[in-house]
């Protein structure tokens, strides 16, 4: 059987860490930026990793 190829949708939302985990970006950062505080837009600006519930799925996808 081939090696399944990475979604490049994935690959572009997410990077992997050197302990296999993955980081995603916080959405919310894109628009209406006037009415949301400094401080809001500073918490959104910080990349999280993906939710235990997700991450499974996502590591097939990133083909991890």
Excluded: C, W
């Excluded at 519930?53 to 996502?58: A, C, D, E, R, V």
């Amino acid at each position: 059987m081939p090696k399944m190829k990475t979604k490049k949708a994935a690959k572009a939302r997410f990077k992997v860490t050197a302990t296999g985990k993955l980081m995603r970006t916080r959405p919310g950062r894109r628009h209406i930026l006037t009415k949301k505080s400094a401080n809001r837009k500073r918490s959104l600006a910080k990349a999280r990793l993906v939710d235990e519930g997700q991450l499974k799925m996502y590591k097939i996808l990133m083909g991890v």
